[in-house]
């Protein structure tokens, strides 16, 4: 088995001019996935000669079946692609058949994206219930707001500021087998830690492509499940979404599987440069992913000066790649943060302190470099 270091030296070696620690923000494109955008650069520039190969469409059925891999062995026709992570979950939601007096369950302190799309719903008659969040999500207090009038509950994986780790098995025992629909924004964990919807009774699980997956914005994977296939009807409709071929006579007749998420052309780019990151992923293998990070993670907490708090809870059941600290002083976590930055050490200001995310890649090297600094301004 290839050495993760040797595997960072030949596919990241860019990153190691800097301490790369801010996946929860985006991630750098690997060697073999920038070197198939720039082959798909070049022949864009001779399409021709692609028509004349009979490969001018980029079949995304391999790249469904390894998300399926991903994803604890789904099978690739529950997986579908869409722009966006936020236009995943606000589609999902959207095509719910809502009645006026049914009501949404969404945590207050949501990502931005989860809480407009549950929003959104107001004007269609649906109570949103935002059940307050003291330091994380507690999911005993999200199935207290559910009731049977609760048709969704809309809820991160990972929390993108603190990086609290809900249970997915927790929340598929809240929404079934009759409850409301269980909606899930994975882009913060999907990549770093094992995410398996079908085993944990979860309906829709979305997640961009370009944090954890270590690939480029423009896309984001979408698995549904055979309940909520029968229960969401997508909001929008096009000649890829349909069984008809494009050369058919038009019938509104939806595609079968997550097939009928797709509404129009492909972003064939961006799911190009996302095949080989998907791939490098799968040769590490989630499992050993998680267990580097909790390691890097580990030395990072453990070796934290005298001073600086961790906001980012320590339980294992809850912990991720997300790790907040801080000093309690909000001003001067920005300043310490823009100096981490401008001497090459990457992390990110959100929510109550400085967020670190390290990724298979990263080395205790980058965590002593990180420790180093942080001990010269405690």
Same mark, same amino acid.
């Given at each position: 088995?290839?050495?993760?270091? $040797?595997?960072? =030296? ?7 001019? =800097? ?32 028509? *004349?190969?009979?490969? *001018?469409?980029?079949?995304t059925g391999p790249l469904r079946a390894k998300i399926g891999r991903l994803l604890g062995g ?44 549950? /929003? ?6 649906? @109570? ?18 559910? !009731?049977?009038?609760?048709? &969704? ?7 993108? *500021?603190?990086?609290?780790?809900? +249970?997915?098995?927790?929340?598929? %025992? ?7 629909? +269980?909606?899930?924004?994975? #882009? *913060?964990?999907m990549g770093q830690i094992p995410v398996e919807p079908a085993s944990a009774g979860i309906d829709v ?18 698995? @549904? +499940?055979?309940?909520?296939?029968? $229960?969401?009807?997508?909001?929008? &409709? ?29 972003? !064939? ?13 799968? $040769? ?11 390691? /890097? @993670? ?15 809870? /320590? ?6 790649? #997300?790790?907040? #600290? ?7 976590? !920005? ?33 002593? %470099? ?9």
């Amino acid at each position: 088995m290839t050495s993760l270091s $040797e595997l960072a =030296a030949r596919e990241l070696a860019l990153v190691h001019d =800097a301490t790369y620690l801010n996946h929860a923000a985006s991630s750098p494109l690997p060697r073999r996935s920038a070197e198939a955008l720039r082959n798909h650069v070049a022949d864009r520039e001779r399409l021709f000669a692609l028509y *004349q190969a009979g490969r *001018q469409d980029y079949d995304t059925g391999p790249l469904r079946a390894k998300i399926g891999r991903l994803l604890g062995g789904v099978l690739g026709g529950w997986v579908a692609f869409v722009p966006t992570t936020t236009d995943g979950m606000a589609g999902a939601l959207n095509g719910i058949d809502w009645r006026a007096g049914d009501n949404v369950v969404v945590p207050a302190n949501e990502f931005p994206g989860v809480l407009y799309a549950c /929003l959104n719903l107001a004007r269609r008659g649906v @109570t949103v219930r935002q059940v307050p969040v003291e330091t994380h999500v507690d999911l005993d207090r999200l199935a207290d707001a559910v !009731d049977a009038r609760t048709r &969704a509950v809309a809820v991160s994986h990972v929390h993108w *500021q603190t990086g609290y780790r809900i +249970s997915l098995d927790r929340l598929g %025992r809240i929404c079934h087998p009759a409850g409301p629909l +269980s909606i899930v924004d994975a #882009i *913060q964990s999907m990549g770093q830690i094992p995410v398996e919807p079908a085993s944990a009774g979860i309906d829709v699980i979305v997640a961009g492509s370009y944090k954890w997956l270590m690939g480029v914005a423009g896309t984001a994977a979408l698995y @549904t +499940s055979e309940r909520a296939l029968s $229960e969401i009807v997508p909001d929008r &409709a096009g000649w890829t979404s349909m069984k008809t071929s494009v050369h058919g006579v038009p019938k509104l007749e939806w595609a079968a599987g997550a097939g009928r998420w797709h509404v129009g052309g492909q972003a !064939d780019p961006t799911l190009i440069a996302l095949e080989p990151s998907i791939d490098l992923l799968l $040769e590490v293998g989630v499992d050993r992913i998680a267990a580097r990070i909790r390691a /890097l @993670t580990d030395r990072l907490v453990d070796g934290l000066p005298a001073g600086l708090i961790v906001h980012s809870s /320590l339980e294992p059941a809850h912990r991720s790649a #997300i790790v907040s #600290i801080g000093t309690g002083d909000l001003s001067r976590d !920005d300043r310490q943060a823009a100096e981490l930055v401008a001497n090459g050490v990457i992390v990110a200001r959100r929510g109550g302190g400085i967020r670190v995310s390290p990724h298979w890649h990263n080395t205790e090297a980058d965590i002593d %470099r990180l420790l180093e600094h942080l001990s010269r301004r405690s």
